[in-house]
């Protein structure tokens, strides 16, 4: 198994590099040849942890998983090597977490950006040090904390504290541009779309997502909702129809309201909110 930095360039013409986004520093991201399977799930995770963490796989090392089941897409699992002799906070401080995409879920996660966006967060201090991509997931260092509940965000200390997080990341990190990811061998486009598909290559596909809203620089909200359009099944005569009606209602959506101003650059992103502390 050969286990590489990612580099180059990804279909949607995005370098990967030493280079950072938006001007931060981005170091390269292991990449590792295996996926994550349900079906063998101790044996394969164990195989993208110690991948990256070798070490964990020696005599008085012991690796183990911990299942978390608050996602609704995603496997995640906490990787640990509770070493006799460690206390609980020494094995959560090199604690890995394993994330393995939902099957499906590209159709509507566009996952390049998602591992763009965390490489940039990372940079700028907000996001956990990413270790690794696999085939159908990433492994990130795992942050001590809790998980909120709707009580939990009735709180004032809870709540002011997630504005403020908000605000600062609203204030300091910029907006990634580039094209809108899609699942192109998934998606489908009929003669509901001004470009009927069976001429839509994959230069033309890419130009029919990004474009549905001119002047609005993608990805956006609506570039993202023609995208799950054309991921809908055509199989049927009903599902054609379901699909030529939404086609027909983003585009009423598109002209009455992409045009509106918002706040800041393109919307919220690029303008700094202050939070009264």
Known sequence: MAIGRENGTHQNGDSNGTNGTNGVDRPKITWIPLSYSNEDSDASARRLVLAIRPEWGQEGSNLEFVRFTDGITNTLLKAVNKKAGLSKEEVDSEAIL????????????????????????????????????????????????????????????????????????????????GHTGHSRKNSRTDASHPVPGSVLGDIEFQHAIDSVAPGKPPPNVWTVMQKWIFALSTETEAQRTRQATLQKELATLVSELSQRPGLGVNGVGALPVHVKR
């Not at 942050?143 to 605000?167: E, F």
């Open 98 to 177: 394993l994330r393995a995409y939902g099957h499906g879920t590209d159709l509507i996660i566009d996952r390049h950006r998602e591992t763009q966006n965390h490489e940039l967060l990372m940079g700028y201090g907000l996001a956990p040090q990413l270790l690794a991509r696999f085939e159908n997931g990433m492994m990130y260092r795992f942050i001590q904390g809790s998980v909120t509940h709707p009580d939990d965000l009735r709180k004032p200390a809870i709540y002011n504290a997630v504005a403020r997080r908000l605000a600062q990341w609203h204030a300091v990190v910029p907006c990634i541009s």
